[in-house]
């Protein structure tokens, strides 16, 4: 049986991946962090459906800023394959934080690549890359040889942790792949998050529960894609021969405007009525333009997204209505309901 470790499990990708990789018979291990509350809400559904689950799925309290206890994670699970996810991946909250932001963001893949490399060198190494390293963007549109310019902390944090998973790769010989991924979202995506910031108003707006919603750049545009499918690049870049960076996109760029457009109207309301500017979501510098070229990957790996960005946005939207019904079922029965997730 395959072993994956995956870092960043409870998270949004994290969450994604492990479904993907149980349902290809894989055995699961998780890094997380102790809390004082629960933070395994999008996967505490693996753990209910025997089906998916069985004795597959494994979580280790850990730190991906704790170097001797990755070292002995990995000397105790043997991984086949390790996908580094977590991060501190809040581009606005990394110019408030980007000190802690460099030390979760970058140096923690050089954690794990030492710990790889100490370990014996035969774990498949997956490197969270982001569109973000393009920041000012040098080439419309971006692609695998396309020059970085990271415009916010996390950007460069992504760039150092990028160019180290290509200096082990080269120096070392370890099989390390790094995805650069460009937006992705879906109904687990974290309310701060713009789109789901959107989604999550509207939906509330519209219930009479909220007034107005208040945002940063309306005109920054992005290339939006749809999370769940993002992570089978993941895996499909750990099972080609040998280790490359694949661009992940999917070639059409929408603004923040246009995503607001698309959700509103998709419940039937005007959003030019609810939306207000607060400088205080203003970046320091901001990346105007991403949109990626994901040539590499479709030829290589044989990968193309599938969900178009109208669809995206009803998901979402769709996701967080059922949300608000089974809370308010919940407060009205005690009873949840079924879960949103998809």
Same mark, same amino acid.
């Given at each position: 049986?395959?072993?994956?470790?995956?870092?960043?499990?409870?998270?949004?990708?994290?969450?994604?991946?492990?479904?993907?990789?149980?349902?290809?018979?894989?055995?699961?291990?998780?890094?997380?962090?102790?809390?004082?509350?629960?933070?395994?809400?999008?996967?505490?559904?693996?753990?209910?459906?025997?089906?998916?689950?069985?004795?597959?799925?494994?979580?280790?309290?850990?730190?991906?800023?704790?170097?001797?206890?990755?070292?002995?994670?990995?000397?105790?699970?043997?991984?086949? #394959?390790?996908?580094?996810?977590?991060?501190?991946?809040?581009? *606005?909250?990394?110019?408030?934080?980007?000190?802690?932001?460099?030390?979760?963001?970058?140096?923690?893949?050089?954690?794990?690549?030492?710990?790889?490399?100490?370990?014996?060198?035969?774990?498949?190494?997956?490197?969270?890359?982001?569109?973000?390293?393009?920041?000012?963007?040098?080439?419309?549109?971006?692609?695998?040889?396309?020059?970085?310019?990271?415009?916010?902390?996390?950007?460069?944090?992504?760039?150092?942790?990028?160019?180290?998973?290509?200096?082990?790769?080269?120096?070392?010989?370890?099989? /390390?792949?790094?995805?650069?991924?460009?937006?992705?979202?879906?109904?687990?995506?974290?309310?701060?998050?713009?789109?789901?910031?959107?989604?999550?108003?509207?939906?509330?707006?519209?219930?009479?529960?909220?007034?107005?919603?208040?945002?940063?750049?309306?005109?920054?545009?992005?290339?939006?894609?749809?999370?769940?499918?993002?992570?089978? /690049?993941?895996?499909?870049?750990?099972?080609?021969?040998?280790?490359?960076?694949?661009?992940?996109?999917?070639?059409?760029?929408?603004?923040?405007?246009?995503?607001?457009?698309?959700?509103?109207?998709?419940?039937?309301?005007?959003?030019?009525?609810?939306?207000?500017?607060?400088?205080?979501?203003?970046?320091?510098?901001?990346?105007?333009?991403?949109?990626?070229?994901?040539?590499?990957?479709?030829? /290589?790996?044989?990968?193309?997204?599938?969900?178009?960005?109208? #669809?995206?946005?009803?998901?979402?939207?769709?996701?967080?209505?059922?949300?608000?019904?089974?809370?308010? *079922?919940?407060?009205?029965?005690?009873?949840?309901?079924?879960?949103? /997730?998809?």
């Amino acid at each position: 049986m395959t072993k994956a470790l995956i870092t960043g499990i409870t998270g949004q990708d994290g969450s994604y991946l492990a479904e993907f990789l149980l349902e290809k018979g894989y055995e699961i291990h998780g890094i997380i962090r102790r809390a004082s509350t629960f933070n395994t809400g999008r996967i505490d559904h693996l753990y209910k459906d025997p089906h998916i689950n069985g004795v597959r799925l494994f979580l280790h309290y850990g730190d991906i800023a704790d170097s001797t206890n990755l070292i002995k994670l990995l000397y105790r699970i043997q991984p086949d #394959e390790v996908y580094h996810l977590a991060a501190q991946s809040h581009v *606005r909250v990394s110019f408030d934080i980007p000190e802690y932001t460099g030390d979760v963001t970058a140096l923690s893949t050089v954690r794990i690549l030492e710990a790889i490399r100490e370990t014996g060198g035969k774990s498949k190494f997956y490197q969270a890359s982001s569109s973000e390293m393009f920041g000012k963007v040098q080439e419309v549109p971006q692609r695998e040889t396309t020059p970085f310019y990271p415009r916010s902390p996390y950007g460069a944090a992504k760039v150092y942790a990028h160019w180290m998973t290509v200096n082990y790769r080269e120096s070392y010989g370890l099989f /390390a792949a790094s995805g650069i991924l460009f937006n992705h979202e879906s109904p687990r995506r974290g309310e701060t998050f713009v789109t789901r910031k959107i989604t999550r108003a509207a939906v509330r707006i519209k219930a009479g529960l909220q007034k107005k919603l208040y945002l940063g750049n309306l005109d920054a545009k992005r290339d939006w894609g749809y999370a769940k499918e993002y992570v089978e /690049a993941m895996w499909l870049m750990l099972q080609q021969d040998l280790p490359d960076d694949y661009v992940i996109a999917t070639g059409e760029t929408h603004s923040v405007s246009e995503f607001l457009e698309e959700t509103f109207s998709y419940l039937d309301l005007d959003w030019h009525e609810y939306v207000e500017l607060d400088p205080k979501y203003l970046r320091p510098t901001e990346v105007d333009l991403l949109i990626g070229d994901a040539t590499k990957a479709k030829r /290589a790996l044989n990968w193309e997204p599938k969900v178009t960005f109208k #669809e995206l946005v009803q998901i979402m939207v769709d996701a967080d209505m059922t949300l608000l019904q089974n809370k308010e *079922r919940a407060e009205v029965f005690g009873d949840t309901g079924p879960s949103p /997730a998809r």
